[in-house]
């Protein structure tokens, strides 16, 4: 066996000893610092008798939710740059958002781009989903009551863009924000602020957490087999 054979298959076997799945992981938590933070405002559902009826306890505002230890729901964490050079394959799944109670859910929510996105009606009432992007298709379609859902195709949202939002014209407290990524590498932050992107392939990163209302940060991380931990601090936005 000649050298050079006998240092290919040796090559070979290394790379037959790591592991096929070899990805790290991103966790880490999204704060607010502020001296005061306000308390969420009740959603005014008055216009609409059948959206008031859903519910038994009165609806927050999503724009901001913050816990007693500052933990922050809602903030959209992705990786910003370091994987241009790479290519992902779309899902054929559609991302899902619901109507439910007069309200979007979820308030935030990351797809790829191509992705379908299917938008249910669990209302059985009237709505009206308007999506104006600045770099997609935008659409304006009213579901009546008798329509439960509705599947947008992958190509109306084929390009990258933060953040997309969806409005209802019927009952203007309804929006969500959708981010559409060129990538599967993003998390929203839960209750207890949160969050977690599984299998990201070794290498360094900038990773950004937006927000609806506080200020966005970024962070840089470097990737390996293991666990990383990024934790975010968010600010209130400048007063103007």
Known sequence: MSARITWLLAVFLVLMAVPSGWAGTITG??????????????????????????????ILSERFVVDGDNNVKNAFVYIKTGLEDQSFDVPTEPAVLDQKGCVYMPHVL???AGQPLRILNSDGILHNVNVQPKKNKGFNRAMVASRKQMTV?????????LM??????????????????????????????SFAIADVPPGKY?????????????LEVEVGQDARTVNFTLTPPAKK
């Open 153 to 161: 195709p992958g190509k109306v949202f084929a390009k990258p863009e």
């Open 110 to 112: 990351g797809m790829m």
């Open 29 to 58: 938590v999204v704060k607010v610092q502020a001296a005061k933070i306000s308390s969420a405002k009740p959603v005014k559902m008055d216009a609409d008798p059948d959206c008031v009826n859903m519910h038994t306890t009165r």
């Open 164 to 193: 997309v939002p969806f409005k209802c014209d019927v009952h203007p407290w309804m929006v969500s924000y959708a981010a559409i990524l060129p990538h599967p590498f993003f998390s929203v932050s839960a209750a207890d602020g």
């Open 206 to 218: 900038t990773v950004e957490a937006w927000h609806e209302f506080f200020a966005n940060q970024t």
